[in-house]
């Protein structure tokens, strides 16, 4: 069964500084992985996903994510954090191998003070 | 496009009433996923459709719970009789595939059961 973790509840950050949020998964076969922004009260907005090829990949708003298959990890990273980035993000993985369900992280609030 | 759809966006009732939620997802997505969130357990998938058929409904989590999907234009999501413990957020998403895009969310639709 596929699962993915968001070790830190919370990321605190100060305005200009990089930011990580770390992600990691767990499934039988390729892992389709994904990173999502959720802003209060509002549905979740895709930033970006790694499927094949480079494990750098780059998403919405300047943020980029490192895939490492050996560590079965996926951390979203930004090189200059802004306030506007506060928000909850999730991680989320898709298992191949059977169907097509994606499951998500718990979710990690990211306050970037100014 | 308008992106996907969700109505109420707040919804506050009895317990042992009959809730209806509904969602319109973006033209030309063929996948339609509805998911809940809760802070205690996060968010989870309660069942998908492909091109208007129930693909997976093993996250409903009892009979209380149906979802239906007459057309590419509208799922409704029912839940009857209401109870307090499904006092949540639910999301509708959509995609075009599958296998390897984000998903489309709605804003949501706030349940509160009293």
């Known amino acids: 069964a596929q699962s993915v973790a968001q070790p830190e509840d919370q990321v605190n950050v100060a305005e200009g500084n990089p930011l990580t949020v770390k992600c990691t998964y767990s499934v039988s076969g390729n892992p389709y992985l994904f990173w999502y922004v959720q802003y209060p009260n509002r549905g979740l907005q895709f930033l970006l996903k790694?499927?094949?090829?480079?494990?750098l990949v780059k998403g919405s708003y300047g943020f980029e994510a490192e895939f490492n298959k050996s560590q079965t990890s996926f951390h979203l990273k930004k090189p200059s954090a802004l306030v506007s980035d506060s928000a909850l993000y999730f991680c989320a993985v898709r298992d191949t191998t059977g169907g097509f369900k994606t499951i998500f992280g718990a979710g990690t609030r990211l306050f970037v003070k100014a | 496009d308008a992106g996907v759809i969700q109505s109420p966006r707040h919804e506050v009732t009895e317990m042992g009433q009959e809730v209806t939620l509904r969602c319109k997802p973006i033209?030309?997505?063929?996948?339609l996923f509805w998911y809940r969130q809760t802070m205690m357990r996060g968010l989870e998938l309660l069942i998908y459709f492909n091109n208007n058929v129930p693909i997976d409904d093993s996250g409903m989590p009892e009979d209380r719970f149906s979802a239906k999907m007459p057309n590419a234009s509208f799922s409704t999501l029912k839940i009857q009789p209401s109870e307090p413990r499904d006092s949540a957020v639910y999301f509708c998403a959509s995609s075009q595939g599958a296998r390897s895009g984000g998903y489309t969310f709605g804003s949501g639709t706030r349940l509160t059961v009293v």
């Open positions: 790694y499927i094949t090829g480079d494990n």
């Open positions: 033209s030309g997505h063929d996948y």
